[in-house]
Protein backbone atom coordinates (compact mmCIF):
# COMPACT_ATOMS: atom_id res chain seq x y z
CA UNK A 1 0.00 0.00 0.00
CA UNK A 2 2.71 2.27 0.87
CA UNK A 3 4.74 1.77 -2.02
CA UNK A 4 1.75 2.37 -4.43
CA UNK A 5 1.04 5.49 -2.53
CA UNK A 6 4.07 7.15 -2.32
CA UNK A 7 4.29 8.55 -5.55
CA UNK A 8 1.09 10.44 -6.31
CA UNK A 9 1.91 14.08 -5.85
CA UNK A 10 5.67 14.37 -5.66
CA UNK A 11 7.36 17.07 -6.78
CA UNK A 12 10.35 15.68 -8.12
CA UNK A 13 12.23 19.55 -6.96
CA UNK A 14 11.56 19.40 -3.67
CA UNK A 15 11.31 15.91 -2.80
CA UNK A 16 7.68 16.78 -1.30
CA UNK A 17 3.99 16.85 -1.65
CA UNK A 18 0.81 18.79 -3.57
CA UNK A 19 -1.64 16.74 -2.56
CA UNK A 20 -4.12 19.52 -2.84
CA UNK A 21 -8.02 19.36 -2.29
CA UNK A 22 -9.63 19.12 -5.57
CA UNK A 23 -6.68 18.34 -7.56
CA UNK A 24 -5.25 15.19 -10.50
CA UNK A 25 -3.62 14.20 -7.18
CA UNK A 26 -5.92 14.33 -4.28
CA UNK A 27 -8.37 12.66 -7.45
CA UNK A 28 -5.39 9.41 -7.70
CA UNK A 29 -5.17 9.22 -3.95
CA UNK A 30 -9.05 8.72 -3.72
CA UNK A 31 -9.11 6.34 -6.25
CA UNK A 32 -6.11 4.68 -4.47
CA UNK A 33 -8.22 4.62 -1.55
CA UNK A 34 -11.61 3.43 -3.58
CA UNK A 35 -9.16 0.39 -4.73
CA UNK A 36 -7.79 -0.50 -1.56
CA UNK A 37 -11.55 -0.77 0.14
CA UNK A 38 -12.86 -2.66 -2.85
CA UNK A 39 -10.22 -5.26 -2.90
CA UNK A 40 -11.06 -5.92 0.73
CA UNK A 41 -14.65 -6.09 0.15
CA UNK A 42 -15.78 -2.96 1.69
CA UNK A 43 -18.66 -1.21 0.90
CA UNK A 44 -17.53 2.38 -0.39
CA UNK A 45 -19.34 4.98 -0.03
CA UNK A 46 -18.82 8.82 -1.11
CA UNK A 47 -20.65 11.22 1.15
CA UNK A 48 -22.32 14.59 0.21
CA UNK A 49 -19.48 16.79 1.07
CA UNK A 50 -16.53 14.64 -0.96
CA UNK A 51 -15.47 12.83 2.29
CA UNK A 52 -14.61 8.73 1.36
CA UNK A 53 -16.01 6.31 3.47
CA UNK A 54 -15.09 2.44 3.30
CA UNK A 55 -17.55 0.24 5.39
CA UNK A 56 -17.70 -3.64 6.97
CA UNK A 57 -21.13 -3.97 7.87
CA UNK A 58 -24.20 -2.21 7.96
CA UNK A 59 -23.47 1.62 7.14
CA UNK A 60 -27.07 2.35 8.59
CA UNK A 61 -26.87 0.29 11.71
CA UNK A 62 -25.19 2.57 14.00
CA UNK A 63 -22.67 2.81 16.68
CA UNK A 64 -19.81 2.38 14.24
CA UNK A 65 -16.53 2.61 15.52
CA UNK A 66 -14.61 4.83 12.44
CA UNK A 67 -10.89 5.33 11.66
CA UNK A 68 -8.96 7.31 9.33
CA UNK A 69 -7.69 10.12 8.65
CA UNK A 70 -6.93 12.49 5.18
CA UNK A 71 -4.67 11.76 1.96
CA UNK A 72 -4.59 15.28 0.97
CA UNK A 73 -0.84 17.45 1.69
CA UNK A 74 0.66 21.23 2.58
CA UNK A 75 2.84 22.27 0.22
CA UNK A 76 5.92 19.95 -0.12
CA UNK A 77 4.65 18.46 2.58
CA UNK A 78 5.89 14.73 3.97
CA UNK A 79 4.81 11.71 3.20
CA UNK A 80 3.30 10.43 7.14
CA UNK A 81 1.13 13.47 7.53
CA UNK A 82 -2.43 11.89 7.18
CA UNK A 83 -1.71 8.96 4.74
CA UNK A 84 0.01 7.22 7.67
CA UNK A 85 -3.49 6.79 9.70
CA UNK A 86 -5.36 6.06 5.96
CA UNK A 87 -2.73 3.34 5.61
CA UNK A 88 -2.54 2.27 9.03
CA UNK A 89 -6.44 1.93 8.96
CA UNK A 90 -6.73 -1.00 5.98
CA UNK A 91 -3.36 -2.49 7.48
CA UNK A 92 -5.46 -2.98 10.77
CA UNK A 93 -8.38 -4.05 9.36
CA UNK A 94 -5.85 -6.75 7.72
CA UNK A 95 -4.14 -7.64 11.36
CA UNK A 96 -8.08 -8.06 12.41
CA UNK A 97 -8.80 -10.51 10.08
CA UNK A 98 -5.65 -12.44 10.14
CA UNK A 99 -6.78 -12.55 13.95
CA UNK A 100 -10.05 -13.77 13.08
CA UNK A 101 -12.21 -11.24 14.77
CA UNK A 102 -15.53 -11.50 14.57
CA UNK A 103 -16.75 -7.97 14.25
CA UNK A 104 -20.23 -7.21 16.27
CA UNK A 105 -20.35 -3.28 15.68
CA UNK A 106 -20.07 -1.92 12.34
CA UNK A 107 -16.47 -0.48 11.01
CA UNK A 108 -15.81 2.06 8.54
CA UNK A 109 -12.42 3.87 7.18
CA UNK A 110 -12.50 7.08 5.95
CA UNK A 111 -10.27 9.95 4.03
CA UNK A 112 -11.63 13.22 4.85
CA UNK A 113 -11.30 15.59 2.14
CA UNK A 114 -9.23 18.88 2.40
CA UNK A 115 -7.98 18.24 5.63
CA UNK A 116 -5.04 20.54 5.18
CA UNK A 117 -6.76 23.57 3.89
CA UNK A 118 -3.69 23.77 1.31
CA UNK A 119 -5.79 25.13 -1.62
CA UNK A 120 -8.38 26.98 0.06
CA UNK A 121 -7.14 28.30 3.13
CA UNK A 122 -9.11 26.88 5.68
CA UNK A 123 -8.41 23.60 6.97
CA UNK A 124 -10.56 20.28 7.87
CA UNK A 125 -12.95 21.77 5.29
CA UNK A 126 -14.45 17.97 4.38
CA UNK A 127 -15.52 17.13 8.39
CA UNK A 128 -16.47 21.43 8.81
CA UNK A 129 -19.16 20.69 6.74
CA UNK A 130 -20.23 17.13 7.83
CA UNK A 131 -20.32 18.38 11.38
CA UNK A 132 -22.00 21.91 10.15
CA UNK A 133 -19.32 24.05 11.32
CA UNK A 134 -18.60 25.58 7.69
CA UNK A 135 -21.84 27.16 6.52
CA UNK A 136 -22.58 26.30 2.40
CA UNK A 137 -22.42 30.21 1.93
CA UNK A 138 -18.93 30.35 3.73
CA UNK A 139 -17.85 27.01 1.46
CA UNK A 140 -18.85 28.68 -1.38
CA UNK A 141 -16.86 31.85 -0.32
CA UNK A 142 -13.78 29.92 -0.84
CA UNK A 143 -11.03 30.63 -3.24
CA UNK A 144 -7.44 29.32 -4.34
CA UNK A 145 -4.75 31.49 -5.28
CA UNK A 146 -6.24 31.35 -8.85
CA UNK A 147 -9.44 32.63 -8.31
CA UNK A 148 -11.21 29.20 -8.19
CA UNK A 149 -14.13 28.68 -5.82
CA UNK A 150 -14.51 25.38 -3.78
CA UNK A 151 -17.54 24.59 -5.62
CA UNK A 152 -16.17 25.60 -9.22
CA UNK A 153 -12.75 22.65 -8.00
CA UNK A 154 -15.06 20.03 -6.42
CA UNK A 155 -17.14 20.04 -10.22
CA UNK A 156 -14.13 20.06 -12.04
CA UNK A 157 -13.28 17.16 -10.14
CA UNK A 158 -16.55 15.40 -10.77
CA UNK A 159 -17.74 15.84 -7.45
CA UNK A 160 -21.14 17.65 -7.37
CA UNK A 161 -20.99 20.70 -4.96
CA UNK A 162 -25.04 21.19 -5.20
CA UNK A 163 -24.80 18.40 -1.97
CA UNK A 164 -22.25 20.02 -0.02
CA UNK A 165 -23.52 20.98 4.03
CA UNK A 166 -24.38 19.36 7.37
CA UNK A 167 -24.36 16.00 7.38
CA UNK A 168 -25.89 15.22 11.23
CA UNK A 169 -27.51 11.45 9.97
CA UNK A 170 -24.16 10.39 8.68
CA UNK A 171 -22.18 11.29 11.64
CA UNK A 172 -24.99 10.02 14.23
CA UNK A 173 -23.86 6.57 12.85
CA UNK A 174 -20.34 7.20 14.57
CA UNK A 175 -19.69 5.35 17.84
CA UNK A 176 -16.28 6.37 18.66
CA UNK A 177 -13.94 7.88 15.98
CA UNK A 178 -10.26 7.17 16.23
CA UNK A 179 -7.38 8.71 14.07
CA UNK A 180 -4.11 7.64 13.66
CA UNK A 181 -1.35 10.34 12.93
CA UNK A 182 2.15 10.78 12.74
CA UNK A 183 3.05 12.76 16.16
CA UNK A 184 4.18 16.41 14.87
CA UNK A 185 7.00 16.98 17.65
CA UNK A 186 9.11 14.82 19.36
CA UNK A 187 7.47 14.03 22.64
CA UNK A 188 7.49 10.45 21.69
CA UNK A 189 11.28 10.39 20.72
CA UNK A 190 12.39 11.96 24.00
CA UNK A 191 10.33 9.44 26.17
CA UNK A 192 11.51 6.63 24.01
CA UNK A 193 7.65 5.02 23.38
CA UNK A 194 6.88 3.86 19.62
CA UNK A 195 2.95 4.93 20.14
CA UNK A 196 0.55 7.70 22.30
CA UNK A 197 -2.46 8.79 22.91
CA UNK A 198 -3.98 12.43 22.40
CA UNK A 199 -5.13 13.97 25.70
CA UNK A 200 -6.23 17.02 23.76
CA UNK A 201 -5.55 19.24 20.64
CA UNK A 202 -4.14 23.30 21.62
CA UNK A 203 -6.58 26.35 20.54
CA UNK A 204 -5.16 27.39 17.43
CA UNK A 205 -6.23 30.23 14.51
CA UNK A 206 -5.42 31.95 11.01
CA UNK A 207 -5.06 35.39 11.13
CA UNK A 208 -4.84 37.65 8.14
CA UNK A 209 -2.49 41.25 8.39
CA UNK A 210 -3.19 43.39 5.78
CA UNK A 211 -0.04 46.06 5.82
CA UNK A 212 -1.61 49.11 3.38
CA UNK A 213 1.09 51.81 2.67
CA UNK A 214 2.43 53.53 -0.60
CA UNK A 215 3.84 52.05 -4.08
CA UNK A 216 7.01 54.12 -4.79
CA UNK A 217 10.58 54.14 -6.71
CA UNK A 218 12.64 51.86 -4.79
CA UNK A 219 16.14 53.87 -6.17
CA UNK A 220 14.11 57.75 -5.81
CA UNK A 221 12.15 57.68 -3.30
CA UNK A 222 14.15 59.11 0.50
CA UNK A 223 13.83 56.59 3.30
CA UNK A 224 12.15 59.49 5.29
CA UNK A 225 9.44 59.74 2.42
CA UNK A 226 8.24 56.25 2.44
CA UNK A 227 5.37 54.28 3.38
CA UNK A 228 6.78 51.14 3.55
CA UNK A 229 4.41 48.45 4.19
CA UNK A 230 7.24 45.67 4.31
CA UNK A 231 8.80 47.69 7.27
CA UNK A 232 5.93 47.29 9.43
CA UNK A 233 5.23 43.91 8.29
CA UNK A 234 8.79 42.87 9.31
CA UNK A 235 8.19 44.39 12.93
CA UNK A 236 5.51 42.81 13.37
CA UNK A 237 6.85 39.22 12.61
CA UNK A 238 9.55 39.50 15.11
CA UNK A 239 7.13 40.92 17.52
CA UNK A 240 5.07 37.48 16.93
CA UNK A 241 8.04 35.82 17.67
CA UNK A 242 8.48 37.87 21.16
CA UNK A 243 4.99 37.08 22.37
CA UNK A 244 4.94 33.95 21.95
CA UNK A 245 8.24 33.04 23.48
CA UNK A 246 7.04 35.11 26.56
CA UNK A 247 4.12 33.04 26.83
CA UNK A 248 5.30 29.75 26.14
CA UNK A 249 2.93 29.42 23.10
CA UNK A 250 3.72 29.62 19.04
CA UNK A 251 3.02 32.15 16.57
CA UNK A 252 4.26 31.95 12.98
CA UNK A 253 4.27 34.02 10.17
CA UNK A 254 4.32 31.35 7.62
CA UNK A 255 2.84 33.30 4.09
CA UNK A 256 2.91 36.32 2.73
CA UNK A 257 1.45 37.94 -0.42
CA UNK A 258 3.14 41.39 -2.10
CA UNK A 259 1.74 44.10 -4.65
CA UNK A 260 3.42 45.33 -6.63
CA UNK A 261 5.83 42.68 -5.63
CA UNK A 262 9.06 44.37 -7.82
CA UNK A 263 12.63 44.03 -6.74
CA UNK A 264 12.81 47.59 -7.56
CA UNK A 265 9.37 49.08 -6.11
CA UNK A 266 8.52 49.52 -2.54
CA UNK A 267 5.56 47.61 -1.42
CA UNK A 268 1.81 49.49 -1.56
CA UNK A 269 0.54 45.89 -0.05
CA UNK A 270 2.10 43.15 2.45
CA UNK A 271 -0.52 40.67 3.64
CA UNK A 272 1.21 37.93 5.71
CA UNK A 273 -1.08 35.22 7.45
CA UNK A 274 -0.07 34.07 11.31
CA UNK A 275 -0.83 31.17 12.77
CA UNK A 276 -1.00 30.94 16.67
CA UNK A 277 -1.61 28.37 19.19
CA UNK A 278 -1.00 28.03 22.63
CA UNK A 279 -2.23 25.40 25.61
CA UNK A 280 -5.14 27.01 26.79
CA UNK A 281 -7.50 29.72 25.54
CA UNK A 282 -6.36 32.47 27.80
CA UNK A 283 -2.66 32.21 26.60
CA UNK A 284 -3.72 32.52 22.84
CA UNK A 285 -5.96 35.60 23.83
CA UNK A 286 -2.70 37.29 25.44
CA UNK A 287 -0.54 36.66 22.50
CA UNK A 288 -2.94 37.61 19.81
CA UNK A 289 -3.66 40.66 21.85
CA UNK A 290 0.39 41.32 22.39
CA UNK A 291 0.48 40.49 18.66
CA UNK A 292 -2.24 42.96 17.39
CA UNK A 293 -1.30 46.18 19.98
CA UNK A 294 2.44 45.51 18.45
CA UNK A 295 1.26 45.88 14.78
CA UNK A 296 -1.12 49.17 15.25
CA UNK A 297 1.72 50.32 17.49
CA UNK A 298 4.60 50.08 14.31
CA UNK A 299 1.88 50.35 11.93
CA UNK A 300 1.46 54.23 13.42
CA UNK A 301 4.64 55.10 13.32
CA UNK A 302 5.41 53.77 10.24
CA UNK A 303 2.02 55.78 8.48
CA UNK A 304 0.73 52.37 7.52
CA UNK A 305 -3.22 51.04 7.23
CA UNK A 306 -3.54 48.04 9.02
CA UNK A 307 -6.56 45.40 9.14
CA UNK A 308 -6.59 42.30 10.72
CA UNK A 309 -9.02 39.36 9.93
CA UNK A 310 -9.69 36.40 11.91
CA UNK A 311 -9.95 33.87 9.11
CA UNK A 312 -10.30 30.44 10.78
CA UNK A 313 -10.33 29.38 14.84
CA UNK A 314 -10.68 26.28 16.83
CA UNK A 315 -10.85 26.34 20.56
CA UNK A 316 -9.17 23.30 22.78
CA UNK A 317 -10.40 20.10 21.93
CA UNK A 318 -10.63 17.82 24.98
CA UNK A 319 -10.80 14.25 23.51
CA UNK A 320 -13.52 12.72 25.43
CA UNK A 321 -11.93 11.20 28.78
CA UNK A 322 -14.23 7.91 28.69
CA UNK A 323 -12.78 6.79 25.07
CA UNK A 324 -9.20 8.12 25.85
CA UNK A 325 -9.03 6.36 29.57
CA UNK A 326 -10.39 2.80 27.41
CA UNK A 327 -7.89 3.14 24.56
CA UNK A 328 -5.00 3.16 27.54
CA UNK A 329 -6.54 0.37 29.03
CA UNK A 330 -6.45 -1.84 26.03
CA UNK A 331 -3.14 -1.06 25.24
CA UNK A 332 -1.95 -1.98 28.67
CA UNK A 333 -2.01 1.44 30.44
CA UNK A 334 1.59 1.85 30.50
CA UNK A 335 1.31 4.33 27.38
CA UNK A 336 1.79 7.81 27.33
CA UNK A 337 -1.03 10.51 26.67
CA UNK A 338 0.19 13.70 25.46
CA UNK A 339 -0.89 17.56 23.59
CA UNK A 340 -0.94 18.51 20.10
CA UNK A 341 -1.13 22.24 18.60
CA UNK A 342 -1.75 20.67 15.31
CA UNK A 343 -5.75 20.21 14.14
CA UNK A 344 -6.77 17.17 13.26
CA UNK A 345 -10.24 15.90 11.97
CA UNK A 346 -10.60 13.90 14.85
CA UNK A 347 -11.08 17.38 16.95
CA UNK A 348 -13.75 18.73 14.34
CA UNK A 349 -15.74 15.34 14.96
CA UNK A 350 -15.35 15.51 18.87
CA UNK A 351 -18.59 18.15 19.02
CA UNK A 352 -20.53 14.96 17.00
CA UNK A 353 -19.46 11.89 18.30
CA UNK A 354 -16.58 10.76 20.96
CA UNK A 355 -13.15 10.37 19.53
CA UNK A 356 -9.83 10.11 20.27
CA UNK A 357 -6.08 10.26 18.52
CA UNK A 358 -3.09 7.58 18.46
CA UNK A 359 0.42 9.20 17.75
CA UNK A 360 3.15 7.06 15.98
CA UNK A 361 6.84 8.62 17.20
CA UNK A 362 8.58 11.01 14.45
CA UNK A 363 11.98 10.60 15.20
CA UNK A 364 13.15 14.43 13.42
CA UNK A 365 10.36 15.73 15.03
CA UNK A 366 9.58 17.57 11.44
CA UNK A 367 6.36 17.43 10.01
CA UNK A 368 4.90 19.61 6.83
CA UNK A 369 8.51 18.95 5.08
CA UNK A 370 10.05 15.78 3.48
CA UNK A 371 12.21 15.44 6.64
CA UNK A 372 9.11 13.66 8.03
CA UNK A 373 9.74 10.50 8.96
CA UNK A 374 8.57 7.44 10.73
CA UNK A 375 10.69 4.02 11.55
CA UNK A 376 8.88 1.10 9.99
CA UNK A 377 9.18 -0.83 13.38
CA UNK A 378 7.19 2.34 15.13
CA UNK A 379 4.49 2.31 12.15
CA UNK A 380 4.24 -1.23 12.27
CA UNK A 381 3.51 -0.57 16.33
CA UNK A 382 1.21 2.22 15.45
CA UNK A 383 -1.01 -0.81 12.98
CA UNK A 384 -0.94 -2.96 15.87
CA UNK A 385 -1.40 -0.60 18.56
CA UNK A 386 -4.78 0.07 16.46
CA UNK A 387 -5.85 -3.34 15.41
CA UNK A 388 -5.78 -4.01 19.27
CA UNK A 389 -8.02 -0.86 19.79
CA UNK A 390 -10.26 -1.54 17.02
CA UNK A 391 -10.55 -5.09 18.65
CA UNK A 392 -11.53 -3.52 21.66
CA UNK A 393 -14.20 -1.02 20.52
CA UNK A 394 -15.64 -3.43 17.48
CA UNK A 395 -15.55 -7.30 18.30
CA UNK A 396 -16.83 -7.19 22.23
Avoid at 18 to 47: I, N, P, S, V
Avoid at 51 to 74: C, E, F
Avoid at 104 to 111: M, S
Avoid at 320 to 337: F, N, Q, S, T, Y
Wanted: glycine share 12%; proline share 5%.
Amino acid sequence: MWRDLLPIGRHRGSGGYRRYAWTAADTDCRAWFKAQAEARGLTFELDRNGNQWAWLGDPLAGDAVVTGSHLDSVPDGGAFDGPLGVVSSFAALDELRRRGAEFTRPLAITNFGDEEGARFGLACVGSRLAAGQLTVDKAHELRDADGVSLPEAMERAGQDPGTIGPDPERLARIGAFVELHVEQGRALDLSGDPVGIASAIWPHGRWRFDFHGEANHAGTTRLDDRRDPMLTYAATVLAARQQARLAGALATFGKIAVEPNGVNAIPSLVRGWLDSRAADQGTLDTVIAGIEAAAHEHAKRDGIDLSITRESFTPVVEFEHALRDELGALLGGAIPVLGTGAGHDAGILSASAPTAMLFVRNPTGISHSPAENAAEDDCVAGVVALADVLEGLACR
